[in-house]
């Protein structure tokens, strides 16, 4: 794959280059970047020296990632720039800096994607780190992006789905679920707790069968308990291994199938008593059998049962025995109506016809149209005469030609008076009326005697009229029925008289129907009442704190009350008869029609613009409006502003995010557990160092104690404790796995509160200060040496010219030739010993700030250079040296250094012979090899005492007072080596010799396949 260039999945599409934007406002720099960038791939849209103008880039142009420098030119840095380009494009971004301080780092952290490259860089290091943040860019894309698709699908799903774990526990359900559900599924986290108990064993039995078989299915009753108990039916089916660990369950209502199922074996069952007609019919229309409740039907269609079945019946049999399912059908038969439903049985291939006398339902459905509309118009606001009219003329209607009237009383309940004073018969029936009773209050009484109305009789009435009209017939009336109608509360505020001419009302469909009208004009009074009622609320209205909005159904605004004014911006004249979407009320929400024809109440949470331009949250709850045809007239809505809420939630999760970025995005071990000492949250530091040194994941709502070894979670466990009994707490943790260096955490614990100030857990940060520990150590050991080594120094310089001066003084006061002669050898060893001390800090100053170069080296050109310098010491020639030095192939190392370890260990085997011993002698041997050098330097002087062993390669140390060297000798050596990355070993016997072993690592990269054999036949040599 090619650096830069993106790699579409797609063979017809070509390759297109990664476009890069460099935001640096030193040219050179920059220069150097864009064609550094070019020859890797990269295609550079554009250089600039600005945050605005890197803003407006990305606006304008497509940009793949930023190239940007930390301290550029303008009012916005690198970082604040990077923060403005991300929130209006996700692109990643790549600092260039010179310093990497901390304030910087935790700034940069704000941002999604980023990454950092120090300042001189590499070409190879900047193109990693831009493919690195490229393709984490990539993968975090794919996964937003797969995590959007599978929520989507998961609540938009029919099914009613549930995510369980092993345990049965309920991790997640969708929206179905929820629904079918209802409140059940609240404070429940189990899936058997959702079900009644003695249900639960057989979802336990289930859910074992899924545990041991993969899958498992079946179907049980759910009982709602309440006012008014009703059972579901529910077929469950559980499948495993959705997710390691998780399953699903799907649940599905068989309520409707299970209740016809129930019926249909009921039927079924339905002996020859049963109420209703029950008949079986052959497939060509005999009929097979007949209960007693259908021999009016076989008496219909005559003798020839099989000739004078109805056609439309024969023909829905037909359809019937093909298995096709065939709907309800109403069947007419003289006066009465029947319900009528085929079932085909195949066993028996025969029909079975049941039929239910539904003319009392449709009669009781007629009242309910009829109530329906008289509703609607009361709904519509129609005045109580109009709407009387309309009762007064289906009476007339349904009562074969009776004389119906409304009656009221006068506000002062005084005097009766017609509703319809226009018509003569109305007036008659109220004058009929204060004849009988004589008074209102008369009247009154007599309903409170008989509330459900009261029946004159026809010679009452022919008493009435013969008193009120004398010579009229009395054969044209044969009753009166008067009935009280009354208002909320039960005062009575008309009556409604009937007169009829040959059925009495006292027929159940009459007086029922009368009881709906009586019923229908009391809602009407009420509905005045009500009126009236709403004007005194109308100031209530206009004073509520929230937006009240009621739309037509066109979406039209026909009323806004004051806060609506106070939210919106628009005064109540200036929406009206405007809609919610001609005002830009909502630009990101529902449209105003969307709103007046909602179908069902709505809650939810929306974005409003003021008049001023400003926007806001709102919390909007809808109820539509409909009449009695359920056709919607409208919708009220209503507007809480929540803007100053929403302000602190959106902080609120921000803080959260950013507490989730701090501790994803940091070094530091960060977990935090309840009570009972279970994980709560972890990051993926945690998570990584608890698998390094256990082999497990650190899954949360397990122990924390249970997965750290024994030794371990014995020590933290105390302090965890007195952490969730309110206690801070720092220590620092030694802890040593395996074979594995020592790791030191600095680990503090702090209790967790919630906004009562109540314990609920304990947080833990660990931070690996190994590396730190080492370096303060190593601090100490350099600060240590480099106190040493400026008082030793300054000692050992000083001394010798002190030596020197003191000489000098000594030769001009005591001038013979014998004194000057020893003054002047004397004034010599001084220089010499300052000249091989100031060579011993030349060397420890070229081995610590030289690097290492490699070449061929002659250890005999070495050695041989080395015992010339050394041949002028004092008794140098006392010393016998032997060399012996092997080696087949070529070996490459620093031989500058190389010259500083032989000279440094010759120099010291002359130094400290011992001269009681007549054959002192120094043996070096030296075998080389494709892997290493081994070195061997031994010795017969005055060896070293078994105490001063470890101390010898400390800086300035001398044995003993005897020692006159500088005490830097050892110490070079032993960093010279290190510096080689060779290893050093010393035996010593006091009064016997001491021997350096000494291996140096071969720097010649070009090893050959006979390595092990040389090497081996070297150490062969050597150890002979």
């Known amino acids: 794959m090619v650096p830069g260039i993106e790699h579409t999945t797609s063979h017809n599409e070509p390759s297109v280059p990664t476009r890069v934007l460099i935001v640096e406002d030193e040219r050179i720099i920059a220069y150097d970047l864009r064609i550094r960038l070019q020859h890797l791939g990269y295609y550079v849209v554009d250089v600039l020296s600005q945050g605005s103008e890197a803003i407006a880039c990305v606006q304008s142009d497509q940009v793949d990632l930023v190239l940007m420098d930390v301290v550029i030119d303008g009012e916005l840095d690198g970082i604040d720039t990077a923060l403005a380009i991300q929130q209006i494009a996700d692109i990643p971004v790549v600092f260039l800096t010179a310093f990497s301080d901390d304030k910087t780092f935790e700034r940069a952290r704000k941002l999604d994607q980023f990454a950092y490259v120090l300042k001189p860089f590499q070409e190879r290091e900047l193109n990693i780190t831009i493919q690195t943040l490229l393709q984490k860019h990539r993968l975090e894309r794919k996964v937003r992006q797969s995590e959007q698709q599978y929520r989507s699908l998961f609540e938009h799903t029919l099914e009613a789905v549930l995510i369980l774990d092993d345990e049965g526990n309920i991790q997640d359900l969708n929206q179905a679920a929820r629904k079918l559900l209802g409140n059940l599924h609240h404070n429940k986290h189990t899936i058997f707790s959702l079900f009644p108990t003695a249900g639960k064993p057989y979802i336990r039995k289930k859910f074992a069968e899924l545990l041991q078989t993969g899958s498992a299915f079946g179907r049980f009753r759910l009982t709602f308990s309440g006012n008014a108990r009703r059972h579901l039916y529910l077929e469950l089916r559980l499948q495993a291994n959705l997710y390691p660990g998780l399953h699903i369950a799907q649940l599905n209502d068989a309520s409707a199938r299970v209740e016809a199922e129930r019926k249909i074996k009921e039927l079924a069952r339905t002996s020859s008593d049963s109420p209703h007609p029950i008949i079986r019919l052959s497939l060509q229309g005999e009929v097979i059998y007949f209960n007693k409740a259908a021999l009016q039907f076989v008496f219909h269609w005559g003798n020839n049962f099989i000739t004078e079945i109805p056609p439309r019946l024969q023909d829905l049999i037909n359809v019937t025995a093909q298995g096709k399912p065939v709907k309800k059908l109403i069947y007419k038969l003289k006066r009465k109506t029947y319900s009528v439903r085929l079932v085909y049985v195949p066993d028996g291939k025969y029909i079975n016809f049941y039929a239910t006398d539904i003319t009392s339902l449709q009669h009781s459905k007629s009242l309910i149209s009829a109530q329906r509309d008289a509703l609607e118009q009361i709904a519509r606001g129609r005045p109580i005469t109009v709407l009387a009219k309309l009762m007064a003329e289906l009476l007339q209607r349904t009562s ?521 002698f120094l043996k070096i041997r030296v075998s080389s090899g494709l892997r290493n050098a081994q070195i061997l330097i031994e010795d017969n002087g005055k060896g070293i005492k078994q105490e001063f062993l470890t101390r010898i390669f400390d800086m300035f140390f001398r044995a003993s007072d005897e020692s006159y060297g500088s005490g830097l000798g050892l110490y070079i050596t032993k960093q010279v080596i290190e510096k080689l990355g060779g290893t050093l070993a010393v035996n010593s016997e006091f009064g016997k010799g001491t021997t350096f072993a000494i291996t140096i690592p071969n720097l010649n990269n070009e090893a050959g396949p006979d390595e092990r054999k040389s090497t081996q036949a070297n150490l062969t040599w050597l150890a002979n």
């Not at 009229?465 to 005062?491: R, W």
């Not at 926007?615 to 009220?636: C, F, H, K, Q, R």
């Not at 660990?766 to 400026?790: G, H, W």
């Not at 003191?806 to 001038?815: C, S, T, V, Y």
């Open 400 to 920: 074969m030609g009776a004389k119906v009237a409304f009656v009221g009383l006068n506000q002062q309940a005084e005097a009766l008076y017609a509703i319809r004073q226009n018509n003569q018969d109305y007036q008659q029936l109220a004058a009929l009326v204060m004849a009988k009773y004589g008074s209102v209050q008369a009247l009154l009484s007599a309903f409170r005697a008989y509330p459900k109305g009261l029946i004159l009789t026809a010679a009452e009435v022919s008493e009435l009229i013969e008193m009120l009209e004398p010579g009229v017939s009395k054969d044209v009336m044969t009753g009166l029925a008067i009935y009280p109608i009354m208002a909320k509360g039960g005062d009575i505020e008309m009556f409604l008289c009937v007169r009829w001419r040959s059925h009495s009302p006292k027929t159940d469909q009459i007086l029922g129907l009368m009881r709906m009208v009586t019923n229908v004009m009391s809602v009407a009074i009420e509905r005045d009442r009500n009126v009236r009622t709403l004007s005194n609320q109308a100031l209530l209205f206009g004073n509520i704190n929230d937006s009240v909005v009621i739309l037509d159904a066109q979406g039209r605004i026909i009323d806004w009350n004051l806060s609506s004014h106070k939210l919106f911006g628009y005064t109540r004249d200036q929406a009206l008869n405007q809609t919610i979407e001609s005002l830009g009320l909502l630009p990101t929400g529902p449209t105003g029609g969307a709103l007046a024809n909602a179908s069902a109440p709505l809650f939810d949470e929306i974005v409003f613009t003021s008049i001023s331009g400003n926007t806001g949250y709102a919390e909007l709850s809808l109820v539509p409006m409909s009449d009695v045809n359920n056709e919607p007239i409208g919708s009220m809505c209503l507007f809480r502003d929540i803007t100053i809420r929403k302000k602190y939630e959106d902080q609120i999760r921000t803080s959260e995010a950013n507490l989730t970025s701090l501790i994803e995005n940091t070094d530091d071990l960060v977990c935090s557990v309840n009570l009972r000492g279970n994980l709560l949250t972890t990051n993926s530091a945690f998570e990584k160092f608890i698998l390094q040194i256990s082999g497990e994941k650190a899954m949360t709502a397990g122990n924390l104690l249970s997965v750290l070894p024994a030794r371990v979670a014995a020590e933290l466990d105390g302090y965890v404790r007195r952490a969730l009994e309110g206690e801070k707490l720092m220590h620092e943790f030694v802890l040593q796995f395996d074979q594995a260096d020592e790791i030191v955490l600095e680990t503090s614990f702090n209790p967790m509160r919630d906004v009562r100030g109540k314990i609920e857990g304990a947080s833990i940060f660990a931070r690996n200060v190994t590396q730190r520990k080492l370096a303060e150590d190593e601090l100490k050991r350099t600060n240590f040496e480099l106190d040493s080594f400026v008082y030793r120094a300054s000692h050992d310089l000083r001394a010798p010219m002190r030596s020197i001066l003191g000489l000098l003084n000594l030769m001009e006061i005591d001038k013979s030739e014998a004194s000057l002669n020893q003054y002047i050898g004397l004034v010599r060893t001084s220089i010499n010993k300052l000249d091989n001390f100031i060579a011993d800090l030349t060397h420890y100053s070229r081995n610590s700030r030289t690097a290492i170069e490699p070449e061929s080296v002659n250890f005999l050109q070495i050695i041989d250079d080395c015992l010339e310098n050394l041949k002028y010491m004092d008794r140098a020639s006392r010393v016998k040296i032997y060399t012996d030095i092997y080696g087949n192939s070529a070996f490459f190392s620093d031989s500058g250094r190389l010259a500083i370890i032989f000279q440094n260990l010759i120099s010291n085997a002359i130094k400290y012979q011992d001269l009681e011993k007549t054959d002192p």
